[in-house]
């Protein structure tokens, strides 16, 4: 039978693929430190357990399309507060921020399109893209120049004729990098000057740990037809399980066909969507205590990390990830080893391996991310254990 070249060209989430092994270790009884996922241990705000306790309806009907009025109302007073000047009309609510991609990349790329992405990116962007027919042309960075990408000539080199958009995680997953709003107005004069769309993904905003300021793309007027924003409840609130996710745009062209998709796929669930609403609507001081614990986190992991012979890494400023190179021949052998053959006390430790966090061929090998999303204690821990673990990898006999 045949089946589809596009998803034939998708490859497994490297974040994830290794869950048959996880499982299989755990029946032997091995305890496994998870750093390979992001999901943050942060108590979800109380929040969302009034609504629940309160939702009292007869018939669990289809929302609209776009998404229920309340919910729009209350992105849009968030976005208000953070200087973008959006109306409901200007907001889609998404099955998660995945879904939310999908559509962006299902409007605006043909098959054989290019889209500019900085490398390493998060994996799913890769999947997201190759189901539309596009491509990925990555714009290369350097740890030893701590990702940097927002550079006029770098952009420029890598524009071709099939160019049809760029696309960024601003605070950066993996990598942890923050764009300078020098750097942010660099990109949108590029996005400007070629008629490009700009994918902003920028569900990590509220975690910046340096002196940068709040930023979002949708704050730059000059360039309000261009940018696609990507924002979910999944990070910013510790929500991952609610799966809600919008499509922001002032372009009012790229609203109408998303509406297309948005329509055919009927609506996203009703009782998430209320359980957001109540989400968007907390003080913004939530996050405050929250940036404090996950710089804590951070700080613990970095010179954990950096305290293991031969690893070398930068110290991130935003997000809750960070990626490391290690002293081993490749990550995802090294990765498969420590969940079949590896324990010690009774432990082992996970990571995703960044291979597929790149699209250029052959990079990322030794290379991987690490998620800060648990306790001090256990990203102490986890250290410990990944360096006993090179150790011994590289003593094979």
Not at 71 to 84: D, F, H, I, S, T
Not at 167 to 184: D, H, R
Not at 244 to 262: D, P, Q, T, Y
Not at 355 to 365: L, V
């Amino acid at each position: 039978m045949k089946f589809s070249s596009k998803i034939q060209n998708c490859g497994y989430s490297p974040i994830r693929k290794f869950y048959p092994y996880q499982v299989a270790c755990k029946k032997r009884g091995v305890n496994i430190v998870p750093l390979n996922i992001g999901q943050p241990d942060i108590k979800t705000p109380d929040a969302y357990k009034d609504v629940l306790k309160n939702f009292d309806i007869d018939v669990l009907a289809y929302a609209p399309s776009p998404g229920i009025p309340e919910l729009l109302e209350a992105v849009k007073k968030y976005y208000n507060k953070v200087g973008v000047p959006v109306e409901t009309s200007d907001i889609l609510v998404t099955t998660g921020g995945s879904e939310a991609l999908t559509i962006a990349l299902s409007c605006i790329l043909d098959d054989g399109d290019e889209l500019m992405i900085p490398e390493p990116f998060y994996p799913n962007y890769s999947t997201f893209t190759n189901l539309t027919g596009g491509k990925i042309h990555p714009i290369p960075t350097s740890p030893a120049e701590n990702y940097k990408y927002a550079v006029r000539e770098k952009l420029e080199s890598c524009l071709t004729p099939h160019t049809r958009a760029m696309m960024l995680t601003n605070p950066g997953n993996p990598t942890g990098y923050v764009l300078t709003q020098e750097e942010m107005r660099i990109i949108a004069d590029f996005v400007k000057e070629h008629d490009l769309f700009l994918i902003a993904d920028e569900v990590y905003r509220e975690f910046v740990y340096s002196d940068k300021p709040l930023s979002s793309f949708g704050t730059f007027d000059d360039i309000k037809d261009n940018v696609i924003l990507i924002d979910s409840v999944s990070k910013r609130f510790s929500a991952c399980g609610a799966r809600i996710g919008c499509m922001i745009s002032r372009n009012k062209e790229l609203v109408a066909h998303a509406m297309k998709i948005c329509q055919a796929r009927l609506c996203c669930a009703t009782i998430d969507q209320t359980v957001a609403t109540a989400l968007y609507g907390i003080d913004f001081s939530y996050f405050d205590d929250v940036k404090v614990e996950y710089m804590k986190r951070r700080d613990t992991l970095y010179n954990g990390l950096k305290a293991i012979p031969g690893v070398t890494l930068s110290n991130p400023e935003g997000a809750f990830y960070m990626m490391a190179t290690l002293p081993v021949d490749d990550t995802d052998k090294f990765q498969q080893w420590l969940l079949e053959e590896f324990s010690y006390e009774g432990e082992t430790v996970m990571y995703a391996p960044a291979a597929g966090f790149y699209g250029t061929p052959g990079a990322g090998k030794n290379e991987i991310r690490c998620a800060y999303v648990i306790d001090c204690e256990l990203l102490e821990k986890a250290c410990m254990l990944l360096g006993k673990a090179i150790e011994a990898y590289n003593n094979r006999q």
